[in-house]
């Protein structure tokens, strides 16, 4: 079976850190660009940080310096590494899989049904609250 599965997401103080994941089934992640996108309450997916084949990474605005995404291609899986976190990085944070190269592109357009995203996976909630 084809499948993202992201994990690592739960509750957090301010100024915490959490480790998520993207494993894959069925389908060798190394073949793909990755993007992790979240969405907070009430709001649009948005994307946070993308990688592709080459390690090439982009971030946004709002996560550069705190955020870090990186590949493990021995485990077919993608991490995001958040430190430094705040209040409004609350949200489901998703982690998707495209056929890309362009990671600024895959970023900032991936999450609009338009795009086309190759996979997504369910979500893992991220909350950050004291």
């Known amino acids: 079976q084809v499948q993202l599965v992201e994990s690592g997401g739960g509750l957090v103080q301010p100024g915490g850190s959490l480790r998520l994941s993207c494993v894959a089934s069925?389908?060798?992640?190394?073949?793909?660009?990755i993007g992790w996108f979240r969405q907070a309450p009430g709001k649009e997916r948005e994307g946070v940080s993308c990688?592709?084949?080459?390690?090439?990474?982009y971030y946004a605005n709002s996560v550069k310096g705190r955020f870090t995404i990186s590949r493990d291609n021995a485990k077919n899986a993608v991490h995001l590494q958040m430190n430094s976190l705040k209040p409004e990085d609350t949200g489901v944070y998703y982690c998707?899989?495209?056929?890309?190269?362009?990671?600024?592109?895959?970023?900032?357009?991936?999450?609009?049904?338009?795009?086309?995203?190759?996979?997504w996976g369910k979500g893992t909630p991220v909350t950050v609250s004291s």
């Open positions: 998707a899989a495209d056929y890309a190269f362009n990671v600024q592109a895959l970023c900032l357009s991936g999450s609009l049904p338009s795009y086309g995203m190759d996979y």
């Open positions: 069925g389908f060798a992640l190394n073949d793909y660009a």
């Open positions: 990688i592709n084949l080459n390690h090439i990474t």
